[in-house]
C-alpha cells in the first residue's frame, strides 16, 4: 500500500546533510557480498525493512557486523566506501558507492578471524549487496580490503511509519529516514494521549503498548546526531494496522 501524506513536506528530494555531526573521518574494515546479482537474497533482514525494493533502500545495502550494528541502532545509516586499491591493486575498482545498513552479518566462532569470521567482534565488516559490492570490487575477488565513512543519508519524501502490531501492541516500523538515517529515540502521542517514549523492539520496530485506537497519532523521531522531528497528526484516526504513513524529514 503507498504511503499515505497528511504531513507538509518541504519539497521532493531531501537533502538531509545541512546539520548532519556525525564523525565522518574515514576508516579501514573489509568487505564481502551476498544476496546474488539482482539482491534479492538481502530481502528482510535484521532491521525489519522488508522488501528493500518497495521500501526506496534499492540494491546499495549491506549487513553491518556486529561491531558496527550496534542491537539494530545503527539500522538505517548511510556509508560512503571505496576499496582500498593500495592494499589489493588486482580486485580493487576505482570509485565509490553509498550504502544503507539493512541487516546484520551474524559472527562465526567456528571459523577465525581471519579465515571466514570476517564479522566476528572486533571486526568491522560490511557484508554488501552484490550490484553494490562489484560497484567497487571484481566479483571474483569476494573478500576486499575497503576504506569507509559515515555519511549523510538523502531520501525521497518523508519519514515513513508503518503500524503493525495489534490493540495494545503497537509495532512502528521506521523507514525512509535521512540525515543520520539511523533512529535513536521514539516517542508517540494519540490525540488522546500525551507524549509516549516507545522502546525499540528490534531492528527499526518500535514498540508502545497503550491502547491508540482510533485516535490521530504524532510522532517524536530523534537520530544519533542530536537531531529531532515532530510529525503532528500524520496518522488519522481511521488507521488501520499495515498501513504506512509519511512525515516530515529530517
Known amino acids: ?104 552479518c551474524p559472527p562465526n566462532s567456528a571459523l577465525p578471524n581471519d579465515n571466514g569470521g570476517w564479522c566476528n567482534p572486533p571486526l568491522q565488516h560490511f557484508d554488501m549487496a552484490q550490484p553494490a559490492f562489484q560497484q567497487i570490487a571484481m566479483y571474483r575477488s569476494g573478500i576486499v580490503p575497503i576504506i569507509f565513512r559515515r555519511v549523510p543519508c538523502m531520501r525521497k519524501g518523508g519519514v515513513r511509519f508503518t503500524i503493525n502490531g495489534h490493540s495494545y501492541f503497537n509495532l512502528v516500523l521506521i523507514t525512509n529516514v535521512g540525515g543520520a538515517g539511523d533512529v535513536e529515540a521514539v516517542s508517540i502521542k494519540g490525540s488522546n494521549t500525551g507524549w509516549q517514549p516507545m522502546s525499540r523492539n528490534w531492528g527499526q520496530n518500535w514498540q508502545s503498548n497503550s491502547y491508540l485506537n482510533g485516535q490521530t497519532l504524532s510522532f517524536h523521531v530523534s537520530t544519533s546526531d542530536g537531531r529531532t522531528i515532530t510529525s503532528y497528526n500524520v496518522v488519522p484516526a481511521n488507521w488501520q494496522f499495515g498501513q504506512t504513513f509519511e512525515g516530515l524529514q529530517f
Open 1 to 104: 500500500m503507498a504511503p499515505v501524506k497528511l504531513a507538509t513536506l518541504f519539497g521532493f528530494f531531501w537533502l538531509a546533510g545541512a546539520a548532519y555531526a556525525q564523525d565522518s573521518s574515514w576508516q579501514s574494515a573489509h568487505a564481502t557480498f551476498y544476496g546474488g546479482s539482482d539482491a534479492s537474497g538481502t530481502m528482510g533482514g535484521a532491521c525489519g525493512y522488508g522488501n528493500l525494493y518497495s521500501q526506496g533502500y534499492g540494491t546499495n545495502t549491506a549487513a553491518l557486523s556486529t561491531a558496527l550494528f550496534n542491537n539494530g541502532a545503527t539500522c538505517g545509516a548511510c556509508y560512503q566506501m571505496k576499496c582500498n586499491h593500495h592494499s589489493d591493486p588486482q580486485w580493487c575498482l576505482p570509485g565509490t558507492v553509498t550504502v544503507t545498513a539493512t541487516n546484520l
